[in-house]
Each structure stands twice: as structure tokens, then as C-alpha cells.
Nanobody, 114 residues
Framework: QVQLVESGGGLVQPGGSLTLSCAAS????????MNWYRQAPGKQRELVAR???????NYADSVKGRFTISRDNAKNTVYLQMGSLKPEDTAVYYC????????WGQGTQVTVSS
């Protein structure tokens, strides 16, 4: 069965960095685009970054220049490198892919606070 498992969240000070990982199984990973979403308390889930199967990337305006999405097809893993973190980046971050239907990971908490 399809599984997406995120890791790498935690508490970080403003201005700090963090890298999230999402390991996929049950799919031919290299064939699919992958997404990172986030949901802050009281807010709707929003798309943060996307990487296509060919490696093209797109970012939400709020994270452009600070976040980088990448993938390692040999490891079936997608990454989200986050830098210059701000308190408003605090959210649960979710890995997502559409493999015939929409699949989500369990989410990983990122808290940016001093």
C-alpha cells in the first residue's frame, strides 16, 4: 500500500533552518510530482512547494527564496529545506502526492519560536 512518512520537524529559533524529509513507498516514485503543504492553527492547509517528476519546482510566494524542495528518486524521498525561518512558518507540514488518488503523510510539527 502507499505510504508517505515525514520526519525532521521540531522547534527552531527565528532565522534558523530545518530540513524535512518524506519517504514514499508503494509507488514508482520517480513518475510522480510531490508536494509539501502546511497547516497553521486556525488556518486552511496551503501548498508550500511542489516538485514535478522532471525536477521543476514551484513555491508559495511566502517561502520563495527561503525554502527549497528537492527529491532523491534513488531513495524515494522528497525534501524541504527551510531557511530564514519565521514564527509565521509555524505549522504542521504534510507531504502529499496524487497517485490515482490523493495521499497524505501523517504530518510533522514545525515550531519557530524564541
Amino acid at each position: 500500500q502507499v505510504q508517505l512518512v515525514e520526519s525532521g520537524g521540531g522547534l527552531v529559533q527565528p532565522g534558523g533552518s530545518l530540513t524535512l524529509s518524506c519517504a514514499a513507498s508503494g509507488i514508482i516514485f520517480r513518475q510522480y510530482a510531490m508536494n509539501w503543504y502546511r497547516q497553521a492553527p486556525g488556518k486552511q492547509r496551503e501548498l508550500v512547494a511542489r516538485i514535478t517528476n522532471s525536477g521543476s519546482t514551484n513555491y508559495a510566494d511566502s517561502v520563495k527564496g527561503r525554502f527549497t524542495i528537492s527529491r532523491d528518486n534513488a531513495k524515494n524521498t522528497v525534501y524541504l529545506q527551510m531557511g530564514s525561518l519565521k514564527p509565521e512558518d509555524t505549522a504542521v507540514y504534510y507531504c502529499n502526492g496524487v497517485f490515482g488518488m490523493n495521499y497524505w503523510g501523517q504530518g510533522t510539527q514545525v515550531t519557530v519560536s524564541s
